[in-house]
């Protein structure tokens, strides 16, 4: 066991095991670096990462490169989920370096923290085009021992090229959205659905903002897109057929075979991608997929006592890449029945095939159940409930495998995201069990993250700007399901909080309000999902309406007015952005002077419009609609409502 064991994180837990000297990020390994005059190993990585687990098993357990880690390197072990500040600063530092991005990530630096040298994954030895990682030591160290001048005037130049430079502001018009919408649909994949070709990331941000769009322009060419979008990620392998859920990414254009980690961020936001694209075009089979993924969080990313995990990983076992959500041809016919197999076969077709056994296969949908009653000659119903049948008993087959590992750590951003989205879902599938549930959960995560004071992260680690942005989205949505003011005066505080934290008087928040590595990051990308400073602007629009103060809106404009000319070059990854400027243009204020346990209230509540609203007042009999600057008359009778927002699209 070497120090790792003593760690909270299990991803570095995972690590205790191994025969090298890790430390975890602290000033230690740095001032031991410096004294005896060795470069300083970083790995960075998360437990639900399958090809950290695979360098791991590959050189952290071959005796010659734990041998020259250990005489040659300082090591330190990082995990990208409990510090995602300092491992985003060294992926920008290796892609500047050339060496792209992503996990695990492999970064050499000198004791001062500045990197020189850096790259991904490494096979112990030359193989598929990457260097061997014991040649990378060795050539490595004698760089650094014997060019120290190099490594120092590399290093230096590199972190200058990081630096925060500030970006002129823009002046904000409508126009901007019709030329993003412009934008992206360069990008679409009019085949498959989706944006560019692999490997493809659902990119939930842009999907609010179509979805945004479509609402109140009602074209068919991109309401056509957004639907075949949201179906072909349903039907592919991308998505948990049997459990509920989905994958982290697609590795090919089709949405079939994915990259197998399932990770809460990515299903709070493809919750409410589906929960919005349901309200929109009222389609079953996109309510089906909400309650999919809702179910696969109750049941394996949630404590009954409230709270979500961050993770499932994606093996058991890092030769058997998927082993645990994949299937053989074998496994169906031992499992179904005859009649059940000749339906569920058209769940198993060969595009499925796993790179490292093709014998194994995603279970992903070739047809849709229409095409597979034609095919066979059986009635539809009949079809649907075979399959029914047939994914459970699957199903019940694979919880008897060994699952992947869950992290259990309760960040507070996660909770935060996966809250919103349960009240979000809350409001259009009118389940109330997900109200009931969030608020304990949100009760829960501010007990164990809201410290004298004080917000953090994770346990002993200070808070981010993500953390700030989406516990103040929770508690907005909390005060706007159950009409409790003291959620809105939480959701003030913690804003107010993050802007003498964070804020920066040009326009956005900062990540961070530690020094690293001298590099300030205010950035605005989708990465995949939309960035804390799209979400705190759509926040501040809000505010600004909930609380009266009119500097939340004069904050919002000044963000997008920073951030407009990187969004217009960015296209897809500044969905959230624009969503953030489609709600500036578009926010719905409604003052509910109704009581809010009301038929009234609540028809309002389950009401869909994409910038909505809901501010509680004294029990008139009435709510008064508000857009931009334009109050329209009170509604008095329940039903009007509706009448009102279907009359506002025309």
Known sequence: MNRLSKEKSPYLQHASHQKIDWYSWSEKPFARAKAEGKPIFMSSGAIWCHWCHVMAKECFYDKEIVNLLNEKFICIKLDRDEMPDIDRRYQMANSAMGYGGGWPLSIFMTHEKKPFFGGTYFPPDDKWGKPGFRKVLKTVYDFYINKQDEVTRYS????????????PTSELNEDMLCDALTAMSGQFDKENGGFGSSPKFPM??????????????????????????????????????LGGGFHRYSVDEAWIVPHFEKMAD?????????????????????????????????????????CFYASQGADVNPDDEGGYFTWTREDFSR???????RIMEYFLGERGSMHHDNSKRVIFASLGIHEIADQIGMDVHKVQETIKIGKKKLLAERDR???????????????????????????????????????KSLERIMSLRFINGELFHSEGVRALLDDYIYLVEAHIYAYEASSDAAYLKTAEDIMDFCIVRLWDDAGGFFDTDKEILGVKIKAVEDIPHPSSNSMAIGLLLKLAFLTNKKLYKEMAEKSLRVFCSRAQSIGVHAGGYFKAMHAYFNQLNITLSVNPQ????????????????????????FITPCLKTFCFEPISRKGDFKAFLSNLRK
């Open 156 to 167: 230096d130049n590199l972190l200058d090229t990081l630096k925060y430079v500030s970006t």
């Open 266 to 306: 990515d299903n709070a936001w493809l919750l409410r991608n589906y929960v919005d694209a349901y309200a929109v075009f009222g389609e079953e089979i996109f309510k089906e997929a909400a309650h999919g993924v809702i179910r696969f969080f109750m049941e394996v990313l949630s404590e009954e006592g409230g």
């Open 335 to 341: 499992v179904l029945n005859s009649d059940e197999l």
């Open 598 to 621: 009301s038929e009234f209230a609540h028809e309002v509540l389950r009401s869909y419009h994409p910038h909505m609203c809901l501010s509680y007042s004294d029990d008139k009999g």
């Open 401 to 439: 495998r060994q699952p992947p590992i869950i992290d259990k750590t309760l960040y507070t951003s996660l909770n935060g995201m996966v809250i919103g989205s349960f009240l979000k879902a809350f409001r259009v599938l009118n389940d109330l069990s997900l109200k009931d549930f969030a608020l």
């Open 204 to 241: 939930p941000g842009a999907i609010e903002f179509l979805l945004s769009s479509y609402y109140f322009k009602e074209d068919r060419v991109l309401g056509d897109f957004i639907k075949q979008t949201m179906n072909r990620m349903v039907m592919g392998g991308f998505h948990d057929h």
